[in-house]
């Protein structure tokens, strides 16, 4: 009897160093490291993602952990998300990488479709450590231009940033930023679309007027170039009921009378929507 209690002790105890080392191995694993790092960042817990990143784990790791509905995020990723920028230094100091060429958004593509008051901060900071302005799959002017809202998949779920917590000259800051250090408006495709005409249609849809006369000016863009839906920027401007916006291009010498591929004019579009301010600014 004696003997039998030992051996089921015996066997409880490897059972248990067992369970021990499978809970320990779980923890240190790829996968437990990136989550613990994306939970730090997403807490904007800067003790704590330094405290892990001094830990064994690839600081360039996605999350594999897909049916926990976990970050599929690199930690520099969600850090863009985030908008932490000491964070974000602190990830690129300990090697994580500013592109990251395996098909999903680029940090300064994400950086530039969140929210966050240290924005400009951290696109520079990308950009001065190397971030790719030249992403034919993501354009970094695409992000910050041409999207009513992006989409970015966080903690298993998409969410959406608006682009209303950012003003006029925020936006043409961070679009001149982009330019000077390379991105260009000419350059490349999207939705099918020359990028030109692309960066055009999002400064209408931004309402943002000095970026609007950046591209007359210096790019020599047509104020009256057709985009999506045989569109002019004027369209886009009366569509979204910018006035300002309005004013402006017909300031610039818009034309009013160009039609859309429904046959309306800029004028027939406010009259649709009863827009009196601008239907006045349009007769």
């Known amino acids: 009897m004696y003997k039998t209690k030992r051996r089921k002790m015996k066997i409880l105890a490897i059972v248990?160093?067992?369970?021990?080392?499978?809970?320990?191995a779980v923890y240190f694993s790829p996968p437990a490291y990136t989550?613990?790092?994306?939970?730090?960042?997403?807490?904007?817990?800067?003790?704590?993602?330094?405290?892990?990143?001094?830990?064994?784990?690839?600081?360039?790791?996605?999350?594999?952990m897909r049916l926990l509905r976990?970050?599929?995020?690199?930690?520099?990723?969600?850090?863009c998300i985030e908008g932490n920028i000491d964070i974000i230094k602190m990830l690129v100091d300990e090697g994580a990488k500013v592109n990251l060429d395996d098909g999903g958004w680029s940090p300064l593509v994400l950086s530039l479709s969140n929210e966050s008051e240290q924005q400009y901060e951290i696109v520079r900071f990308l950009i001065s450590r190397g971030a790719t302005l030249r992403d034919e799959s993501n354009p970094p002017i695409w992000a910050l231009l041409a999207q009513e809202y992006a989409k970015v998949e966080r903690r298993g779920m998409w969410v959406r940033f608006k682009k209303d917590y950012i003003n006029e000259e925020e936006m043409y800051n961070l679009f001149m930023l982009l330019v000077e250090n390379g991105a260009s408006v000419n350059e490349g495709r999207e939705m099918g679309l020359p990028m030109q005409e692309v960066i055009w249609w999002g400064a209408a849809l931004q309402g943002n007027r000095k970026i609007v006369d950046y591209l007359l000016n210096k790019e020599g863009l047509d104020i009256d170039l057709k985009i999506s839906d045989e569109k002019t920027a004027l369209m886009v401007a009366v569509e979204y009921n910018n006035g300002e916006l309005v004013e402006h291009l017909i300031f610039k010498d818009a034309d009013t009378t160009i039609v859309n591929d429904?046959?309306?004019?800029?004028?027939?579009?406010?009259?649709?929507?009863?827009?009196?301010?601008?239907?006045?600014l349009l007769q």
Do not use: C, Y
């Not at 248990?16 to 320990?24: A, D, E, F, Q, S």
């Not at 613990?36 to 996605?62: C, F, P, S, Y």
């Not at 976990?70 to 520099?76: D, G, I, K, M, Q």
């Not at 429904?262 to 006045?280: F, P, R, V, W």
């Open 16 to 24: 248990m160093m067992g369970l021990l080392v499978l809970v320990l």
């Open 35 to 64: 989550s613990r790092l994306n939970k730090a960042i997403r807490d904007n817990d800067e003790k704590k993602v330094a405290k892990i990143l001094k830990q064994w784990g690839d600081v360039n790791r996605r999350n594999s």
């Open 70 to 79: 976990v970050s599929w995020n690199t930690p520099l990723e969600e850090a």
């Open 262 to 280: 429904e046959g309306k004019t800029a004028l027939d579009i406010a009259k649709e929507q009863g827009n009196k301010e601008i239907i006045s």
